[in-house]
């Protein structure tokens, strides 16, 4: 057993021995900040100002445990706004925590290479019906045997209340109290490490929820020069960002040393706003990077970003930030629209096959041509970028939660459907996402849930819903986010997977072929993270896309048939003699049967069932 040992000077409290304990806080908008420790021997502290705005003072008699706020002028008392634990919620006192204390297995553990990373994104919350980090920890084993290698928990920084998808953080570095707090999101990871599991924690740089929050009354930490969709501004550029920016890199630097997570992602981008010389994402990459090398280990910076920007990934020696991967939805646009028809909001801008052979080619579709949705020339090619730097999902708590009705696709979508739809984003040359229950095809909504506790807030919230569904629901219908019911409603329920009848045979099957799939992707060289030697060709008539992957040690031919019809296909040129290792029409995975040969060859003629993945593996390939 190890634990971490680290006393580095930073924001916040940091225990140094087990009565003395270093305050740091950032307050420019107080002359005077005293430290109050709560208890039975209430006790009061001014912390001297080192620098301009920044207040430092080492406290004896502060054991870990003990509770405290800050007084600011002698009047407004506010709990830390770099506190680690909130066991009271947000509007609570903070708690001294000494990271030294968390009990560690994982001294031989390195991580995993961004190109063998399979993600599995989950909310803590409705994964269990516990909702704790400690009944998470418990199925971490059942992911590790299905395939998956990174588990992606939605944000978990305090949030009001107990229900919450997580968005509305306002204590950045405290682990939500009711999943378990620091103690508890600490022992999840060193779970999930233990089964040779990555963990990539879901973090909100580009704003702070609307309840709770004390960051205000420090210092400008919010800017009026710019608006997000979801409240003010983070100051990234502004007078006084040098210590936001230093705020929100030891954030991620706390996430990855103190609780040994292993990457970030970093959500919406596109709502940080920053037009300074130096970008701050630029600096939080070169500070991952920097602790990675520190470390030994993989560490990396993930992003989610709308923008269809390839400097998101790109080196900062050529024009990027330096971020080492970021979700990329435009695959998921082409499948979906190409396979049902929809063409409401942002979908507007797909639907061809012609779409999904350049999703799979490129990465993005919107490449810098016009786009319907936004009027206007959009994005730039992402040909040149890795693979590996691109995270794609058939379903993620957007797509699902955003959806009329806040279904999943297993909820209206046959077992066909999804079949397809799983090989085409585990075949693909990305890095794939699973969203929690998705490999065994729950049906459980995932509608946005809230517990505010100010009635207005609340109904503002309602209000705001509503508005969000109009553009994709024709009746807008929208279940109250702050209804208990609507919260339990998106609970998993994997009892299914247990059940003697159709319902349960289906879900068996269904994990069997994710099952499957994950072990080819892992076991065949051709199927790696990699565009390298891929060739994408399209066959309008059948309505089928097929991918030629070649590595060193063999090769590939995948084939996704999206037709309603049976339809003949020529195997083109290119391929050699390869062996049949995955037909989703099989009878082993639910289907109607196979009509493909055992082996194939350039030339031959095959039938495709409609709505089927398959893959034939070349000599020298292993399935």
């Given at each position: 057993m190890t634990t971490m040992a680290s006393t580095t000077a930073r924001l916040g409290a940091t225990p140094l021995s087990h009565d003395r304990c270093r305050f740091e806080v950032w307050a420019p908008y107080a002359d005077r900040l005293e430290v109050r420790l709560l208890g039975e021997d209430d006790r009061s502290f001014d912390l001297p100002a080192r620098l301009p705005g920044l207040f430092v003072g080492t406290v004896e008699s502060a054991p870990p445990g003990i509770s405290y706020v800050y007084r600011l002028d002698g009047r407004?008392?506010?709990?830390?706004?770099?506190?680690?634990?909130?066991?009271?919620?947000?509007?609570g006192p903070s708690r001294v925590v000494d990271a030294r204390d968390f009990v560690w297995h994982d001294e031989a553990w390195r991580g995993v290479r961004l190109a063998d990373m399979v993600i599995y994104e989950l909310h803590i919350g409705t994964f269990t019906t516990a909702g704790t980090?400690?009944?998470?920890?418990?199925?971490?084993?059942?992911?590790?045997?299905?395939?998956?290698?990174?588990?992606?928990?939605?944000?978990?920084?305090?949030?009001?209340?107990?229900?919450?998808?997580?968005?509305?953080?306002?204590?950045?570095?405290?682990?939500?109290?009711?999943?378990?707090?620091?103690?508890?999101?600490?022992?999840?990871?060193?779970?999930?490490?233990?089964?040779?599991?990555?963990?990539?924690?879901?973090v909100v740089y580009n704003h702070m929820g609307?309840?709770?929050?004390?960051?205000?009354?420090?210092g400008p930490y919010f800017t009026d020069a710019y608006r997000t969709p979801?409240?003010?501004?983070?100051?990234?550029?502004?007078?006084?960002?040098?210590q936001v920016r230093r705020y929100f890199i030891e954030n991620a630097q706390s996430w990855l040393e103190r609780f040994h997570v292993d990457a970030l992602r970093l959500d919406a981008i596109h709502g940080i706003y920053d037009r300074s010389a130096d970008?701050?994402?630029?600096?939080?990459?070169?500070?991952?990077?920097?602790?990675?090398?520190?470390?030994?280990?993989?560490?990396?910076?993930?992003?989610?970003?709308?923008?269809?920007?390839?400097?998101?990934?790109?080196?900062?020696?050529?024009?990027?930030?330096?971020?080492?991967?970021?979700?990329?939805?435009?695959?998921?646009?082409?499948?979906?629209?190409?396979?049902?028809?929809?063409?409401?909001?942002?979908?507007v801008d797909y639907g061809s096959l012609t779409d999904v052979g350049t999703a799979y080619r490129e990465g993005f579709v919107l490449n810098g041509r016009y786009s319907r949705f936004h009027d206007r020339?959009?994005?730039?090619?992402?040909?040149?970028?890795?693979?590996?730097?691109?995270?794609?999902?058939?379903?993620?708590?957007?797509?699902?939660?955003?959806?009329?009705g806040s279904k999943r696709l297993a909820a209206d979508s046959s077992i066909e459907d999804l079949k397809l739809m799983a090989g085409a984003i585990m075949l693909s040359p990305y890095i794939p996402l699973i969203?929690?229950?998705?490999?065994?095809?729950?049906?459980?909504?995932?509608?946005?849930?809230?517990?505010?506790?100010?009635?207005?807030?609340?109904?503002?919230?309602?209000?705001?819903?509503?508005?969000?569904?109009?553009?994709?629901?024709?009746?807008?219908?929208?279940?109250?986010?702050?209804?208990?019911?609507?919260?339990?409603?998106?609970?998993?329920?994997?009892?299914?997977?247990?059940?003697?009848s159709a319902e349960g045979e289906r879900a068996r099957l269904l994990e069997g072929y994710y099952r499957h799939l994950l072990d080819l992707r892992r076991t065949l060289p051709a199927l790696h993270a990699t565009k390298d030697g891929m060739v994408v060709l399209l066959?309008?008539?059948?309505?089928?896309?097929?991918?030629?992957?070649?590595?060193?040690?063999?090769?590939?031919?995948?084939?996704?048939?999206?037709?309603?019809?049976?339809?003949?296909?020529?195997?083109?040129?290119?391929?050699?003699?390869?062996?049949?290792?995955?037909?989703?029409?099989?009878?082993?995975?639910?289907?109607?049967?196979?009509?493909?040969?055992?082996?194939?060859?350039?030339?031959?003629?095959?039938?495709?069932?409609?709505?089927?993945?398959?893959?034939?593996?070349?000599?020298?390939?292993?399935?």
């Open positions: 407004e008392e506010h709990a830390d706004p770099a506190s680690l634990s909130q066991p009271a919620g947000v509007h980090f400690a009944a998470a920890a418990e199925q971490m084993p059942r992911l590790r045997e299905l395939g998956v290698t990174a588990v992606e928990p939605m944000p978990i920084a305090q949030f009001p209340g107990v229900r919450n998808w997580g968005y509305d953080g306002v204590f950045p570095f405290a682990a939500q109290d009711s999943y378990g707090g620091p103690e508890g999101f600490a022992a999840f990871v060193d779970a999930c490490h233990a089964t040779g599991m990555a963990v990539v924690l879901d609307p309840e709770g929050g004390v960051h205000g009354a420090f979801w409240g003010q501004a983070v100051n990234f550029d502004g007078p006084g960002s040098d970008p701050f994402l630029q600096e939080l990459a070169s500070a991952v990077d920097a602790l990675a090398a520190g470390q030994g280990r993989h560490l990396f910076a993930i992003a989610e970003s709308a923008l269809n920007d390839p400097r998101v990934v790109r080196d900062p020696d050529h024009g990027g930030f330096g971020i080492h991967a970021q979700w990329s939805d435009d695959l998921h646009h082409s499948l979906h629209s190409y396979l049902t028809g929809d063409r409401d909001g942002y979908y020339h959009y994005g730039a090619s992402s040909q040149g970028v890795p693979a590996k730097r691109l995270v794609v999902s058939a379903q993620n708590h957007d797509q699902v939660g955003n959806r009329r969203f929690m229950g998705e490999e065994y095809g729950e049906t459980a909504p995932f509608p946005y849930f809230v517990s505010h506790s100010d009635p207005d807030l609340v109904e503002a919230v309602r209000r705001g819903r509503r508005r969000e569904l109009a553009a994709t629901d024709g009746d807008i219908h929208c279940p109250d986010p702050s209804d208990e019911a609507t919260f339990l409603s998106a609970r998993l329920d994997r009892s299914v997977l247990e059940e003697e066959d309008e008539p059948a309505q089928a896309a097929m991918l030629l992957r070649r590595a060193s040690e063999g090769a590939a031919f995948v084939i996704f048939a999206f037709g309603r019809q049976t339809h003949d296909l020529r195997v083109p040129a290119g391929v050699g003699h390869s062996t049949l290792c995955l037909d989703s029409a099989a009878p082993d995975w639910g289907g109607p049967g196979s009509t493909l040969p055992p082996a194939c060859v350039a030339g031959d003629i095959l039938t495709l069932n409609p709505r089927s993945a398959a893959v034939y593996a070349a000599s020298g390939g292993r399935a």
